[in-house]
């Protein structure tokens, strides 16, 4: 599993698509873009902090 550094605001679409062997990926505060796909098949965490995204049954959901 891997942790995206904290300033990363965008995540380009399948970015992770091949990535076979990756099977968890933890999400901090000031991730404000996700295109689609790309954390297919992975399980999400995410920072409690970040206003924009938070995780259910490992999946990357908007918050409302």
């Known amino acids: 599993s891997i942790t995206l550094p904290e300033n990363l605001v965008f995540v380009g ?7 076979n062997n990756l099977r968890g990926i933890t999400i901090g505060d000031g991730l404000k873009y996700v295109m689609a796909g790309a954390f297919d098949k992975l399980n999400v965490t995410v920072s409690e902090n970040n206003p924009y995204f938070k995780a259910e049954n490992g999946s990357l959901v908007p918050k409302k």
Not at 13 to 19: G, P, R, T, V
């Open 13 to 19: 679409a399948y970015a992770f698509a091949n990535c």
